[in-house]
């Protein structure tokens, strides 16, 4: 079955610099990414996906790579900021079959002001 | 907006005791899921549902059963609590690609 890695597990960085979370996946057949983010006592929150047929997508300062070939995919958040501070999870999934969704173990993001 | 309600935010229960976590969604969404969270292990798939009164078996579905009568409904069973399920859970529901999640359980069994 699928196989998501996540690194780093932590991650601080002072406000305004970029921050980078790297996922690997194992399964070649899945071909959706989404990234979730999960704010303290609440439940995880899409805010940016890509399919593969895409090589990079971006939503104001957060931006999503993939490379199909190696099998990672990344989320780059610019100017970071104080709310940008949560554990951030990616998961893959073979799209239209059930959105079984396999997520990486997660990355807690520090922005220190 | 769409909303993925867990019945309770905190439980505590005992040892033994049959446990019910209940989840409602109100989009009409097909497919239903439980993970369970544990810190450094990410999201852990229990069980899921893509239709009522069916049920698939997820990564992790030992000691847990789960319900699904109407399409807006998905409960987890814990048959019979054991410490090692002491854990946060979470409910999530989605028709096409993108996952809504509930606030999340978490259950402490003592």
């Known amino acids: 079955g699928e196989n998501v890695e996540q690194h780093p597990s932590t991650l601080s960085v002072q406000e305004g610099d970029s921050a980078v979370i790297k996922c690997t996946y194992s399964?070649?057949?899945?071909?959706?990414f989404p990234w979730y983010k999960q704010e303290l006592g609440k439940g995880p929150q899409l805010i940016i996906d890509i399919r593969s047929n895409v090589g990079e997508k971006k939503d104001q300062r957060i931006a999503v790579t993939l490379n199909k070939t190696a099998k990672h995919f990344s989320l780059h958040i610019t100017e970071t900021q104080p709310e940008d501070s949560a554990v951030y999870f990616c998961?893959?999934?073979?799209?239209?079959?059930?959105?079984?969704?396999?997520f990486g173990p997660g990355t807690r993001l520090s922005v220190l002001p | 907006d769409v909303k993925v309600t867990q019945s309770s935010r905190y439980l505590v229960k005992r040892t033994g005791e049959k446990v019910f976590l209940e989840c409602v969604q109100d989009m009409d969404h097909e497919n239903m899921f439980w993970y369970r969270q544990d810190p450094g292990l990410g999201l852990r798939l229990i069980y899921f549902?893509?239709?009522?009164?069916?049920?698939e078996k997820g990564d992790i579905p030992e000691g847990y059963s789960v319900s699904r009568e109407k399409k807006e409904r998905f409960s987890l069973i814990l048959e019979s609590a054991s410490t090692n399920q002491t854990s946060m859970y979470l409910c999530?529901?989605?028709?096409?690609?993108?996952?809504?999640f509930g606030q999340g359980t978490r259950l402490t069994v003592v």
């Open positions: 998961a893959a999934s073979i799209r239209n079959y059930g959105q079984n969704f396999v």
């Open positions: 399964d070649s057949a899945s071909n959706y």
């Open positions: 999530a529901s989605t028709m096409d690609t993108e996952a809504f």
């Open positions: 549902s893509y239709d009522v009164k069916m049920k």
